[in-house]
């Protein structure tokens, strides 16, 4: 794909969605709280065994839940393509190099690679970093307890993706009320209105970012939005350069939020496993991927295929719409070892699929890594820290809990 016309998803007949359902029946009968809630994972862990490719039609496509296919799916070879009309994402979150691909994707990201590799992001990240999760920690020790996310994850979040891109995100709720809008109107459950409240928040998100641009034209900075706003070689537009910070400030916001919380949740309700990052600190880096295996903050990746082709099995035709779980496939037994259990010290950790796979695989990987650690090792170190309360991680597209309260010795 190279920004032509977008693949009109394919129309399903109830003659043709009658036949899918008898012959895939575990799939015809996942609802979509099956897909949304955490206590519900068992329901996909049948599908990928029974039903690896699967008819859903409470998703309004196929749901893949086995690794080796979900990879298939995501590889840039693979004959599926995120170029349709019917994404929810590029409707969320405009054109932009998480809804394109080809050369027009390459151009989109091309700029922003370098200074998100693992060396650029340590050097230049790793001490505003933590000097986030420092004065953080300081404002709320005192405290003997907190809200995580309202008080921690969230401005957290919301800060350093301020401190990457060079742009002033004081005001925390607004910021993460558009994430949270964005991240509603990307739900497959047929509701107009999160599409409307996605709409209006990235119109009043754009005027920040354009101003925001304006502003390092006239007086550049060393922001990795001044370098590539200044990039003559880059050639990026301001509407193209706008659109691409959009979808790199979702990225650094909603999933370094479910990450820390994530992990605090999966290490503080299994004491065993923080009492052996405790011993052994170079745990943790693994404890982090562990914990994106077991809740992943993405929990399901869009495609469409842009021909007919064939899928573990399964004809498809050309527009289908394809879901990829990575909850379910992230618990694949045919990859990890014991997969319910979560295991600080997994050797494999690192090939879930939270960060998806192939030509969108997450630009931010190694600062979503360095952050979450940073977070989860400060927190760590708070006296008597203890899990007060945790609601169940949820979300269809983006996994979290809503609430986890924390006190510790003031």
Known sequence: MHGGDLITQAEVSEQ???????????????????????????????????????????????????????REVLSPRSGFTVWADANLVRAS???????????????????????????AVHERFAE???????????????????????????????????????LGLDDVPRIRAFYDAFAGAMVYDG??????????????????????????????????????????????????????????????????????????????????????????????????????RLIPPVAFIERWTAAPLELGGVQLRGGEFVGVSTLAANRDPAVFEQPRLFDVARRNARHHLAFSFGLHHCLGFNMARMQGEAAVRGLLGLPRLELVEASEPRGFAFRRPAVVRLRWRA
């Open 128 to 166: 505003p970093v933590q000097a986030r999760v420092d004065a953080l920690l300081d404002e709320v020790r005192p405290r003997g307890g907190c809200e995580l996310g309202e008080d921690f994850a969230a401005p957290f979040a919301v800060g350093v993706a301020g401190d990457v891109l060079g």
């Open 191 to 292: 509701d107009p209105e999160p599409q409307r409240r996605a709409d209006a928040a990235r119109e009043e998100l754009d005027g920040i970012l354009a101003a925001e641009i304006a502003r390092v034209r006239e007086s550049p900075d060393g922001s990795l939005t001044s370098a590539v706003a200044n990039d003559t070689a880059a050639g990026q537009e301001d509407a193209v350069l706008a659109a691409q910070l959009r979808v790199i400030l979702f990225g650094a916001i909603e999933t370094v939020e479910s990450l820390v919380l994530n992990s605090m949740l999966l290490l503080l309700t299994h004491p065993d496993q923080r009492r052996a990052v405790g011993e052994r600190p170079a745990l943790l880096a693994n404890a982090m991927d562990e914990s994106m």
């Open 93 to 119: 979150l405009g054109v932009m190099m998480l809804t394109s691909d080809g050369d027009q994707h390459d151009s989109q990201r091309a700029p922003f690679d370098q200074p998100f590799r693992m060396r």
């Open 16 to 70: 043709e969605d009658a036949r899918r359902r008898v012959r895939f029946p575990l799939g015809a009968a996942i609802t979509f709280a099956d897909l949304d809630e955490q206590e519900r994972v068992g329901e996909l862990d049948r599908l990928r065994d029974a039903e690896p490719v699967s008819w859903v039609p409470a998703l309004g496509g196929w749901l893949v839940t086995s690794h080796t296919l979900a």
